[in-house]
């Protein structure tokens, strides 16, 4: 074999030996994208409620769009079920009247900062201002206030954590995550819920997810058939307080 070939032979093996390690990197990458998020830090953010009791809640982030937000609450009143919806202080300034609606089905509301952006990247400032943006957007257009927070893209560190706290707010991620904004079929999405159930799980979806509509009342149908009873995360909680209550034999003091 001549050199020329040689110096080929030995690129090639080195290119196959990049790709195999652009491989290995995307396909953990992907792992680190899709996993639901469920960390027991920082401590004192909900990521679920501890009880025995079969009772959940469906948390909806409501940020882009008007999408598929109605059709979620027909479907949501058919099946007599009351939700807490997460939503975008952008969002609710150009979609007031559909805001409104969910608050008049009987639904519970929380923050999901303004602009939905990363609220680990910014700075103490722009974080206190995004936050006193989302607050006076919920005050304007609902005349209502909340101590419900989700920051978006449930990235989330003890700094963002305790400035929220410090302002009276209860910080809720979740433990179960549909992954509704992923090209899952609509079995995909239902076996992500049933698959992972459990007592005081906090499940996470999107109101901008189509797919989402289809499996929404089979998820439904199938958690009440293992007789769970899907509530707002408030009410969930009361349901951690009367577990400690009962261990300790004193009032147990939650966040916030």
């Not at 509530?231 to 300790?248: D, G, N, Q, T, Y």
């Amino acid at each position: 074999m001549d050199r020329q070939s040689r110096l080929k032979q030995r690129k090639n093996r080195y290119l196959l030996a990049l790709l195999l390690l652009l491989l290995i990197l995307s396909f953990f990458l992907h792992q680190q994208i899709t996993e639901p998020v469920y960390s027991p830090l920082p401590e004192g953010a909900y990521y679920r409620v501890e009880t025995d009791d079969k009772v959940c809640t469906f948390t909806f982030e409501t940020v882009w769009g008007e999408q598929q937000t109605g059709e979620i609450l027909d479907i949501l009143d058919r099946y007599q079920i009351n939700a807490t919806f997460f939503v975008d202080g952008a969002w609710l300034r150009q979609h007031a009247d559909l805001a409104r609606e969910i608050v008049m089905r009987g639904h519970e509301i929380g923050l999901h900062g303004y602009e939905h952006k990363l609220m680990t990247e910014m700075d103490d400032e722009e974080l206190a201002a995004d936050f006193t943006k989302a607050v006076n957007a919920l005050q304007t257009e609902l005349d209502i206030s909340t101590n419900l927070f989700r920051p978006p893209f449930g990235e989330l560190d003890e700094r963002v954590f305790n400035f929220a706290h410090s302002q009276g707010f209860t910080t809720v991620l979740w433990s179960i995550n549909v992954q509704d904004w992923l090209n899952l079929t609509r079995d995909e999405l239902i076996n992500k819920v049933m698959k992972n159930i459990h007592p005081g799980a906090i499940i996470l979806m999107h109101t901008h997810s189509a797919r989402l509509t289809k499996a929404l009342p089979i998820i439904i149908q199938s958690l009440q058939h293992q007789d769970y009873e899907i509530i707002p995360f408030s009410e969930l909680c009361r349901h951690e307080l009367a577990v400690k209550e009962e261990e300790h034999a004193a009032p147990y003091l939650w966040y916030p």
